[in-house]
């Protein structure tokens, strides 16, 4: 099979059909349509195998994560995903990994209603970069800075959850039965809150999604809007199977240093809580716990029962 066989076999027709692709796979670029009065909001994000993942890692939890990633950047802006574009890294043609990468793809994309328009295709060491695009109305996408002293602070779902996975699948940390398959599921098919990223406009006012733990994301948000973050150990929202397997201690650890949550943090004004309880009330919101509040001055701390913990520092893949 050739390089144009595969793309036509493969990926030809992956994801939602939107009427607003008006030229999807095929040419030399994709022609999208943006509604009238919208903003066109785009990122971009990489997993290198062994680095992102572990080797081996299922090809199909390979193609959901690789469109979550990019999801949960457009649900910390408040976007509605509309499509992705897909450049495949592949050390060899494997129809058996191939099949099972576009099936967790689609998995994602079709709920999600997006569409793949795009791509491209080399050899090399297994490596995957997708873009996703999306919308929002014209001036209304959520940013880092907003953030306000006085705000509280928010996240959702459970932090943690994903690192502690990580370590599970990786060997670190021993577990077994609910608890372990519930962390390892966290880690392999990250759920980013993308409707609910949209319903936050006009609530929030400032947010970001965690990918390289709460701790340090916060503190790219405080910075963002030059302000200080005060995040309280005891309100860090723990999942059973986390306190299970970890332990307490251990468990805020992961909560605040893990990576790979894919959750959202955010911050509002106290003046916007009647409408976020509304919003956390309806069918469908994930979990949201409130951890903290913004005070002025610089950077995150962490308040526990016994005086301030330890801020861990975030994920740096140029750290020295
Ligand atoms: P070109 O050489 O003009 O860049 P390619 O041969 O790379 O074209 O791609 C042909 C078509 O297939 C293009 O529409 C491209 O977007 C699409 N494509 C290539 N690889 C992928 C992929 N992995 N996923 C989705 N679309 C792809
Ligand atoms: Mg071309």
Known sequence: MGEFELIERYFAA??????????????????????????????TDTL?????????????????????VNLSDLAAM???PAWATLALTLPELDEDWLEGFVT????LANPQQVALVGGDTTKGPLTLTVQALGTVPHGTALRRHGAKPGDLVYVTGWPGDAAAGLELIAGRL??????????????RRPEPRVAFGARLRGIASACIDVSDGLAADLGRLAAASGVAAIVRATELPLSRALYALAGETR????????????????????AARAALAQLTGSPGAPACHCIGDIAAGRGVRVVGEQGDLRVPRGWDHFAT
């Open 251 to 270: 468990a805020r650890e992961f909560a605040l240093g893990g990576g790979d949550d894919y959750e959202l943090l955010f911050t509002v004004p106290k």
């Open 48 to 68: 290198v195998a062994g680095r992102h993942f572990p080797a081996g890692f299922d090809a199909a939890d390979i193609g959901w994560r690789a469109l979550a």
């Open 104 to 107: 967790g793809f689609a998995a």
């Open 174 to 187: 021993a577990g077994s039965g609910a608890n372990r398959g519930a962390l390892e599921l966290k880690f």
């Open 14 to 43: 992956v994801g939602a059909s939107r009427r607003d692709t008006l030229l999807g796979v095929g040419d030399d670029a994709a022609v999208l349509a943006v509604p009238p009065g919208h903003d066109l909001v785009a990122c």
């Open 78 to 80: 408040g976007a509605t």
